[in-house]
């Protein structure tokens, strides 16, 4: 949560009561490498925030998985 509240207070200045409201609604979760997080069609009810590692964003056209976007954690 360090790096969550971090770059959140690089953005905007949060007291300690909404910051815990913020904090209750996050916890902590890993994924293999290779996992994916939401699958194609699906409508996401998650918000993820990348602590360490590389996220692809791709669409699948039936023939080749088009790239839309990369991310790298800081």
Same mark, same amino acid.
């Given at each position: 949560?360090?790096?969550?509240?971090?770059?959140?207070?690089?953005?905007?200045?949060?007291?300690?009561? @909404?910051?815990?409201?913020?904090? @209750?609604?996050?916890? $902590?979760?890993?994924?293999?490498?290779?996992?994916?997080?939401?699958?194609?069609?699906?409508?996401?009810?998650?918000? $993820?925030?990348?602590?360490?590692?590389?996220?692809?964003? $791709?669409?699948?056209?039936?023939?080749?998985?088009?790239?839309?976007?990369?991310?790298?954690?800081?």
């Amino acid at each position: 949560m360090d790096s969550l509240r971090a770059f959140l207070n690089d953005k905007i200045r949060i007291d300690q009561e @909404d910051w815990q409201h913020i904090a @209750d609604s996050f916890h $902590y979760e890993e994924e293999a490498k290779n996992a994916i997080l939401t699958n194609q069609g699906s409508i996401e009810n998650r918000l $993820y925030f990348l602590v360490e590692g590389v996220v692809h964003l $791709y669409h699948d056209d039936g023939e080749k998985d088009i790239t839309i976007n990369g991310l790298l954690s800081r």
